[in-house]
C-alpha cells in the first residue's frame, strides 16, 4: 500500500506518518505541505522519495494508491473529491468538510467512484472509547447521559504543536464534530433533539470562542458539550459516560471508572494509539474492498446534526 501524506509537517500530519511506520505492507511514497523548504526536509528526514507543494502533483503518480488528508479544514472537501476523481482511497481528518453541503459532496463522489473514503473519527478508535462501545454492543452498558467538556487556549490561529496557522479552526464543525459523531455511533441513533448556544464572536478570529450543545436520541440518552478556546489549563477532551451500570471517563485513549480507578484495555486493540488504529482500519478496508468504520458515509449523520446545531445559533 503506497500512500501520499498531505500536510505531511502539521502536528496530525506527523502522527499519521508515526503510525503508518508502524503498519506493515505500507509505504509513505510522498509527502505534500505549502512550504518548499519544510517539506523537503521532511521527506529527506523520513526517507522519501516525493516532496510536493501540490496535490495534484502526488496524485498525478503512480506510486500512489491513497492519500491522508491533514490539511486545512477548508480545503478537506475540494481535496477529497479531487482525490477520488484520481483514483485515489482517501483518508480525510476530522472534519471531512465545514458544511452539510460540502459533506454531502464528498459522499456523492464516494458513491461514484466505490472507492474507499474514510473520515477521520478518531473518538470510534481510541481504545478507551471503543471498550465502552464494546460493552454496549454485548449488552452490558447503556449510555444514559454523555457529560463532555472540550477545551483549549487558542485566542490566535496556532495549532497544536503552538505554531501559527494560515486558516482559522472551528468549535463546531471540527471539535464538536468528534463528540456528535461519537454519541451517535454509541448510541447507534442519531438525534431527535438538538441546540446549540455560542458566546461571543472574536472580532479578529471570526468564531465564537465558547459554545454549549445539547442532544438527545429517541432512547432517552443525552449529551451535554462545553468547548472553550478560553480554558487557560489543561487542553483536550474529556469524556464521562453515565450508564446504567457504571460511570466511565475516558481521556484519549486512557479510560477510568467513575473512582479515577484505571480500567485495563490491554487486548481491545492491536495498538493503543487511536491515530494508529484509524490507519490500520483505512489499509485494510482497501486491501479487502470494504466500507471501513467511519466511511464518510457512516459519519454524514454526525455531519447533519452539525448542521442542525449551527441553524440553531441563529
Known sequence: MRICVAGAYGAFGLK????????????????????????DALAAERGIGHAATDLAECLARDDVD???????TQLHADQAVACMEAGKHVLVEIPMA???A??????????????VAMAGQVRRFNPSHQWIHNKIKAGELKVQQMDVQTYF??????????????????????????TVDLFQYQTGENCSEVFGLQGPIHPELGIAMDMSIGMKVPSGAICTLSLS?????????????ICDNGTYIARYDDLFDGYEKPVDLSGVAVSNNGIE??????VSAIKDGREPNSSVGQVLPAMETLDRIERSFR
Open 16 to 39: 499519521h506518518l508515526d503510525a503508518l511506520a508502524n503498519i506493515e505492507g505500507v509505504e509513505v511514497t510522498s509527502v505534500m505541505g505549502p512550504t518548499r523548504e519544510k517539506i
Open 66 to 72: 491513497a492519500v491522508i488528508l491533514a490539511t486545512p
Open 98 to 100: 465545514d458544511s452539510l
Open 102 to 115: 460540502d459533506s454531502q459532496r464528498v459522499v456523492a463522489k464516494q458513491k461514484e467512484t466505490g472507492l
Open 153 to 178: 487556549f487558542r485566542r490566535s490561529n496556532m495549532n497544536a504543536k503552538g505554531e501559527p496557522r494560515s486558516w482559522t479552526d472551528h468549535l463546531l464543525w471540527h471539535h464538536a464534530c468528534h
Open 229 to 241: 478556546f478560553n480554558n487557560d489549563g489543561p487542553f483536550g477532551t474529556f469524556f464521562r459516560y
Open 277 to 282: 488504529l484509524i490507519d490500520r482500519e483505512f
